[in-house]
Antibody, heavy 123, light 108 residues
Framework: QLQLQESGPGLVKPSETLSLTCTVS??????????WGWIRQPPGMGLEWVGS???????YYSLSLKSRVTISADTSKNQFSLKLTSVTAADTSVYYC???????????????WGQGTLVTVSS | DIQMTQSPSSLSASVGDRVTITCRAS??????LNWYQQKPGKAPKLLIY???SLQRGVPSRFSGSGSGTDFTLTISSLQPEDFATYYC???????????FGGGTKVEI
């Protein structure tokens, strides 16, 4: 059974960099055809896709966050990570990591999710 | 960016009711549309992909339809465990641009 677990600081100061890691167990992040992604959800609000990384290391980012986001992978540890620079209070959210799966041909969906981790931006 | 708009933002229903939620895309996305269910404090759960295909393990009372810009999620007979928030998501140009709708909260 695939499992994903987010980890990282729960409190980040304004203007600093938010860093989170997703550790995957029960499957390899290098497995062909799969992508891995970050999704965030401000308290009481909806879901926002942040970005994704492919099994081969290609990255894709939300246009609204592209200038501040970096997603990377460490295949030796079966982990992928998120860095978000110059954070403000608006970046306070629950951050989820998830697997983006080709469910049927070119139809993709997030089928496995981590439990989520709340990151608060405050001084 | 493709924008996704859901309606209504919330609805009240009773156990046994038929419930329909709509999702509209700002441009045609063929049938590249997913539906998720999220309960408080939990991660979202994939219900439907490709607009109408049921994900493994999802009860058959859930169904989806639509193509182009207009889509619907229907719960044929609402059960107590179905009270949750539902999100649509387009996957037309995956992996980039995986936009979510704003959500529909289904309340008692």
């Amino acid at each position: 059974q695939l499992q994903l677990q987010e980890s990282g600081p729960g409190l980040v100061k304004p203007s600093e960099t938010l860093s989170l890691t997703c550790t995957v167990s029960g499957g390899s992040i290098s497995r062909s055809s799969y992508y891995w992604g970050w999704i965030r959800q401000p308290p009481g609000m909806g879901l926002e896709w942040v970005g994704s990384i492919s099994y081969g290391g290609s990255t894709y980012y939300s246009l609204s966050l592209k200038s501040r986001v970096t997603i990377s992978a460490d295949t030796s540890k079966n982990q992928f990570s998120l860095k978000l620079t110059s954070v403000t209070a608006a970046d306070t959210s629950v951050y989820y990591c998830a697997r983006l799966t080709p469910l049927s041909g070119t139809y993709f969906g997030f089928d496995y999710w981590g439990q989520g981790t709340l990151v608060t931006v405050s001084s | 960016d493709i924008q996704m708009t859901q309606s209504p933002s919330s609805l009240s229903a009773s156990v046994g009711d038929r419930v329909t939620i709509t999702c509209r895309a700002s441009q045609s996305i063929s049938n590249y549309l997913n539906w998720y269910q999220q309960k408080p404090g939990k991660a979202p759960k994939l219900l439907i992909y490709a607009a109408s295909s049921l994900q493994r393990g999802v009860p058959s009372r859930f169904s989806g339809s639509g193509s182009g810009t207009d889509f619907t999620l229907t719960i044929s007979s609402l059960q107590p465990e179905d009270f949750a928030t539902y999100y649509c998501q387009q996957s037309y140009n995956t992996p980039p641009g995986l936009t979510f709708g704003g959500g529909t909260k289904v309340e008692i």
